[in-house]
């Protein structure tokens, strides 16, 4: 039995390496693929295995698509698990780089400053090695989809199993990106906007009783060159629509006004206006627009405790969820360093960034018409079931994959990744009810999702970019599939 790690490194080295010979250049495949051609009297010690692809994927051996696939062989065969490709040291063609407007600078930060070009993808990488060796696990292509849908909406949701980590990706994010972070734990008999932000007593119509959002909306305000992070910790306390449906409604008038973003003025309860003479303590409040660099992060547990989300929430938000954890994967133990990487949060504030489908459509035409079609085939399928999804969605999911290409994120998430989690987080939420209907739709759109899997188009375009395991979503399918037939109705969440 081996149970050398580097010979074990070295034996799948020489098993990637005929892997190439006999499937060639463009071959995906799940990690346990790479053991099927090791000799069968090398035995390897089974816990020793996981561990084997990271250390590939740095020393350029292999390259992780973002995309998830199915785990062929062994006692995991059926589970979920990342889908490989061939590393730039045996496939040059594989090694990306990003675009040139892509490539900026990170700003230094205390005793370690970083200098020198910086694209999106390489601080995303940075920030991921950094808050695994904090013992914060992440994927570079989960917090490539955290970062990508705070660019496209103001409120992202992230939902799960308790013990995930959900409160502790913005937290850390803010950290290593040097942003404002502002913790609100929701209390659950919140029941309008005066909650977060503020009222006037009526027996002292001169005070203002500021909300819990107040603060960091005068953080934005002060500091527009700084990503502000307001954290909702379990959102879902409290019904989401009673409290912040102002909020919502705000953040759809978003408009460009100039060289700035701007929106109509929020709707905060204040004080008259002093006399003359006398300070107005409330000055900055009125008329407040929703600053373009504040984002709110919410963190929801779903269960008998809290409550669902409607669709007018469903529609704004970006939801990620939390729900797979790999407990093969441990913190790698790596010194913590301290630099931040300011250039990402600048990125998500940027006043030039589209906010809309026609500002970004002028660069992507072919893309948003591909796309488009993929999501009118998911609305066939769904809409006999009654469940379809407008302009909005179909433009949040649009946007996602504007900023993915623009700044060059496919080193670290494939178009077809880049597609599922959309999918997954703007589409699928909206499913739920019961029925033979249902249970038929459901049963098309796995095979849809399967069929884009096995589909690859034979020379390089937008349909080849897009081509591939669309398998979070399938996974996500079958299971409200199969929940259906026991329970005989289903949902989206905790399943």
Known sequence: MITDNDEIYNLAVTALESMLERFGPDHRFPPDAIWQQVPENDQILSTKKPHQPKRL?????????????????????????NLYEFGARLVPAHATTAPTSAVLVAAPAGNAPVSGAVSPSEALKAIQEAMEAEGYLISVAELANFFLAMMVSPLVILSGISGTGKSLLPRKFAKRTNSKFHPIPVQPQWSDNSDLFGFV???????????????????????????????LD?????????????YLSVAESRERKGTRIGSDPLPIELPAEPGTGQTDTEADLRGIELPSNLRVIGTANMDETTHSFSPKVLDRAFTIEFDDPDLNSFASGAAVGSATFEVLS????????AISVLEARADNQELFEHIAQQLSDIQDILSPAGIKFGYRTRDAILLYLHFWRQLGLADIMSGYAALDFCILQKVLPKVSGSGEVLADALNK??????ASADTAAAAPSVAS???????????????????????????YWGT
């Open 346 to 353: 600048s990125i998500v504030i940027d006043p030039a960034n």
């Open 234 to 246: 379990e959102m879902n306390l409290a019904p989401v629509e009673h409290y912040f449906s102002d």
């Open 57 to 81: 994927v740095k020393e350029g051996y292999l390259r992780d698509t973002g995309a998830k696939t199915r785990a062929q062989s062994g006692p995991r065969a059926g589970s979920t698990t």
């Open 465 to 491: 970019e897009f081509a591939g395991s669309l398998e979070r979503s399938h996974q996500k399918v079958s299971r409200m599939s199969e929940i259906l037939k026991l329970d005989g109705s289903t949902r």
């Open 201 to 231: 007593p009526t027996l002292s119509p001169t005070k203002f009783v500021e909300g819990k959002l107040i603060t960091a909306l005068r953080d934005a305000h002060y500091h527009p060159d700084k990503l502000v992070i307001a954290l």
């Open 445 to 450: 759109l796995a095979a849809w999702l399967q």
